[in-house]
């Protein structure tokens, strides 16, 4: 009886959902609106600018860098704290967004876009771990869950919103308006309480860094997994506004909407399902799900399957992604959570980068080979479900 009143006290004290909770959430629908909605345009962008032929750098150039810093985002938010590198991140997306009009050419372009990885690279490490200090142990699937609901809401809404800005208005207003977005996330956290128990000013000796500051080997398991499944991602990043144009359907956002519409509920319900049942077995769901998706997305021939493609897809990152990061937090130590999260985000952000990067160089505007990209995409996911088994199997 007394550990069960002990549990009633203990979840009072500290609620699931709380106002911080909140401004978190909205903060991260409105950092993911604000980038996202530049992406189904970035490639017509890069072309009318002559650069058509480095399409894979849009998405492998921001991925880049946004991994590079992870280890450094990492470090600064287990000893700095959680809040500056979160504002930090949102201040880079406020500053590339009113420079995108100012720089015409494909370099400074270019340049911006591996300027523009900082973003991610900060504010979502820092993300994670502070809703992880914010919430009990036992609720982490489905806090994460609601967290990654909100962020891929504005997935859902960047991209759709990014289009009719462009069909109606011009390349300018798109990027200004990314800006805005930016500067209202920060505006939010900007005076939220830092959850970071034993906090030190910054210095530049933080970026000095050693081997050990870069992985978390405990996490390991869940980031190769990361890894795996984000391949297909920066394949979509890169591929999906050519493939849907050439599909005759006319707002380059349909398919962002389709697969985060279909994701959102999913990602609720497969984090809470997680706290209860455990992460690996649903993980393992996720993974058939989104081979079978990238399957139907790479054979769509009409409007009809490329959208059940995306509600597929959408099923199956839903399950995967809150998954992915909460069996990271599971498995981190607490004292290092922002170094396990940097970890998990490194080969997040390797696999969005190589399959933008791979996925450009092959294509070189053959829709052909955009069918049989996605159908390659499928046979890594289903690579990651062998590795899955194979873990298991061995820690029985």
Not at 267 to 274: H, L, M, Y
Request: net charge positive.
């Amino acid at each position: 009886m007394g550990q069960i009143r002990n549990v009633i006290v203990h979840y009072k004290t500290h609620p699931v959902y709380n106002l911080k909770f909140g401004m978190v959430c909205f903060s991260s629908l409105l950092f993911s609106a604000s980038y996202n909605m530049l992406i189904p345009e970035l490639p017509a962008y890069l072309s009318s600018l002559g650069g058509s032929q480095y399409i894979g750098l849009i998405i492998a150039l921001f991925t880049f860098t946004a991994g590079m810093c992870r280890p450094f985002s990492g470090r600064i938010t287990d000893t700095v704290g959680r809040v500056p590198v979160m504002i930090f991140g949102a201040l880079v997306c406020v500053l590339c967004g009113v420079l995108y009009p100012m720089l015409h050419s494909v370099f400074g372009f270019l340049f911006l876009r591996l300027l523009h990885g900082f973003s991610t690279g900060f504010k979502p490490t820092a993300t994670s771990a502070y809703v992880a200090d914010i919430t009990p142990q036992r609720s982490w699937g489905e806090a994460i869950g609601m967290q990654s609901l909100f962020y891929s809401t504005g997935m859902a809404v960047g991209p759709a919103f990014g289009s009719y800005i462009k069909m109606y208005y011009s390349f300018d207003t798109l990027f200004y308006l990314s800006s805005v977005c930016a500067f209202l996330s920060m505006l939010i956290i900007v005076n939220m309480k830092e959850t970071l128990e034993s906090k030190r000013k910054f210095s530049w000796s933080l970026l000095k860094i050693s081997r050990r500051d870069i992985i978390a080997v405990e996490v390991l398991p869940a980031a190769i997994l990361t890894f795996l499944c984000y391949i297909s991602y920066g394949i979509i990043l890169t591929l999906i506004p050519d493939w849907t144009t050439h599909l005759d359907i006319q707002n380059k956002g349909m398919f962002f909407i389709v697969f985060t519409v279909s994701s959102l509920l999913v990602r609720f319900i497969a984090g809470k399902a997680s706290d209860k049942y455990g992460r690996t077995s649903l993980i393992f769901i996720g993974l058939i799900v989104l081979a079978i998706a990238v399957i139907v997305i790479g054979v769509a021939s009409s409007f009809i399957v490329f959208v059940v493609g995306g509600v597929l897809y959408g099923i199956g990152m839903g399950v995967l992604s809150p998954l992915l990061n909460a069996w990271t937090i599971d498995m981190s130590k607490r004292e290092a959570r922002g170094k396990a999260m940097a970890t998990m985000y490194i080969a997040l952000e390797a696999g969005i980068g190589i399959g933008a990067l791979l996925s450009g160089w092959y294509y070189q505007n053959s829709i052909i080979r955009i069918s049989q990209t996605f159908l390659l995409s499928s046979v890594v996911v289903l690579i990651g479900l062998v590795y899955l088994f194979l873990f298991l199997r061995r820690k029985q």
